[in-house]
């Protein structure tokens, strides 16, 4: 198979590049070996962070929301109500001091601890709670896991330290979703447009925080640092002082000394960390989708005419041999669905490869074989390059004309720019139901680009709700035929995620690291750096 591989790769050639959101940079700027943003330097005792600025998660001018992704520098700064394990399926309380839920899992009663503080001295109450829930619903930057179970919520009270949700139907997942979901400070942001939470940078340049540490200095473009929270009521954390550096590449910021801290999946990056000696290389088992996405239809109106028709769509995935492009990365597993086919719930459907049948189905299907198929994606590490050098390959080799973007911001090129066919995306899932929820007809980012179909909502709903396996099963079979039948996006396979510790950080005995998109339990407290 790598044979195969290495002989596609080599007959792969330069793609001419166009902006997919009016973004000027292309695919050969991007290496393993990019450049790293100026970082402040560092004395004994502190622990190096790093982010990305190239994978649309995160750009240099503030703190990343933490209802995205909950990346470790976050995690230090803000909390939950409660305090997932390495599974993120079994919590313990972390605001909360406990919780209950009736027997007909529509009601659901949180006390808080008593005396929680913001690290600016303002007390953290059940009105940041509520607020928050609000907030998430009407803002855009949020992470679908958090909408789709809160829009569940009928009605939510609070009395003193208690608070109360009643749901309109039973959510299975909720206390699961508010183990993630992190409490912001209302007295901070009640009077900044929801619109814009995300890029308020007067917050996110010196957010208040609930966590182990607040923001020291902020150098716009570089890095920030983090001291201790002086208000935070539990086991103060050994490390004193955190640096967060803004790189290009996370290869090029371990290399230079700068990260004790990081994880991918890249081959490229895998391969050279684990031959790095001051490093520990912990595989660790998620859900992470490297997948495509159809820009069809927006809720604004705006249609792109091109892949309006499923058979091209589904010619689109005839083209591509997803099991040789598998092998670029070291722990990948083709999947056709949300589904993974190793699930009892997987319903046998598969996206064959068949290069002349897809040649034949895209000429039948009646797309203007002169106008070129435009591939827009936001990873600059080698194999993500490879991986769409090699794509673009197999379509030409379909008849296709073939343009490829490396996007600066995934997020605006993918969803509000929407200047591109095929968006070529990854998802480190908490579960399947994250992948499902992006179908939700009222997803704030999908929605752009689905057009808002309200096909998928009921089965969504019932899976949500599922209590047993049987019904788990059912609604997910539903769900998959859906996909399949709508073709809006669709999976090339999962990869296996690492986490690289350096030798100067000594984690302690028993932490099991956890998809580190997310927050669980790393006994942060008792970290120590050298």
């Keep these: 198979m790598k044979k195969v591989l290495a002989l596609v790769l080599a007959a792969a050639m330069a793609f001419s590049m ?5 973004n000027s940079n292309s695919a050969s700027s991007g290496t393993a070996s990019g450049s790293t943003a100026n ?37 230090l700064m803000f909390r939950s109500l409660f305090l997932a394990d390495s599974t993120l399926t079994s919590v313990t309380p972390d605001l909360a001091e406990s919780y209950d839920i009736s027997e007909d899992g529509l009601t659901y009663t949180i006390a808080l601890k008593d005396g929680l503080k913001w690290s600016d001295g303002e ?6 709670v509520l607020w928050s829930i609000d907030a998430a619903l009407g803002t855009t930057q949020v992470n679908s896991i958090y909408t789709s179970a809160f829009k569940k919520i009928a009605s939510k009270s609070s009395e003193g330290n208690v608070i109360t949700l009643t749901l309109s139907e039973p959510y299975s997942a909720m206390i699961d979703v508010l183990a993630q979901f ?20 007067t917050f996110w340049q010196n957010p208040v925080t609930s966590g182990y540490y607040m923001v020291d ?63 520990t290389a912990t595989p660790v088992d998620v859900l992470f989708y490297k997948y495509f996405i159809f820009n069809m239809s927006g809720v604004d109106g705006k249609q792109n005419e091109a892949m309006q028709n499923v058979e091209v769509r589904k010619a689109i995935m005839e083209a591509i041999d997803r099991t040789t492009l598998a092998t670029l990365y070291p722990s990948a597993n083709v999947l056709n669905s949300g589904v993974p086919n190793s699930n009892e719930a997987y319903n046998g459907f598969e996206y064959k490869f068949d290069a002349e049948k897809a040649k034949a189905d895209i000429q039948a299907s ?44 995934g997020t605006t090129d993918l969803f509000t720019n929407r200047n591109y066919d095929i968006g070529f995306k990854g998802k480190s899932s908490f579960s399947m139901d994250e992948w499902y929820s992006e179908y939700l007809s009222t997803d704030a980012l999908f929605a752009n680009i689905f ?40 999976p090339l396979f999962t990869v296996g995620t690492y986490v690289f510790t350096s030798s100067n950080v000594k984690i302690p005995e028993g ?16 970290w120590e750096v050298a």
């Design 451 to 490: 057009g808002g179909d309200t096909s998928f909502d009921a089965a969504i709903a019932a899976y949500s709700a599922a209590t047993t396996e049987e019904e788990k099963t059912a609604a997910l079979k539903t769900l998959q035929e859906l996909e399949q039948e709508k073709v809006y996006k669709v």
């Design 182 to 201: 992190a409490i912001l400070p209302k007295h901070s942001l009640e009077s900044v447009d929801l619109m814009k939470l995300d890029s308020d940078t």
């Design 217 to 279: 200095e902020f150098n716009v473009g570089n890095y920030f640092t983090m001291v201790p929270n002086p208000n935070y009521e539990g086991t103060p954390a050994k490390i004193e002082k955190v640096t967060v550096s803004y790189v290009n590449d996370y290869l090029t910021a371990a290399q230079s000394g700068i990260a004790d801290y990081l994880y991918g999946n890249a081959t490229d990056l895998v391969q050279a960390m684990q031959s790095m000696s001051n490093y």
């Design 18 to 22: 166009v902006a997919c959101g009016g």
């Design 39 to 75: 970082t402040v330097s560092t004395a004994d005792g502190t622990l190096k962070l790093v982010l990305s600025t190239t994978d649309g998660s995160s750009t240099d001018d503030k703190v990343p929301t933490p209802w995205m992704n909950r990346t470790l520098p976050t995690n």
């Design 123 to 128: 007390a953290l109450t059940a009105d940041d």
């Design 366 to 409: 009646g797309y203007d074989m002169s106008r070129p198929i435009r591939i827009c994606y936001y990873n600059n590490d080698q194999t993500s390059i490879d991986l769409i050098n090699t794509i673009a390959f197999y379509l030409e080799q379909a008849g296709l004309k073939v343009e490829t973007t490396l996007s600066n911001d």
């Design 511 to 526: 932490v099991t690291f956890c998809n580190p998109l997310y927050s669980c339990d790393l006994n942060f407290a008792n």
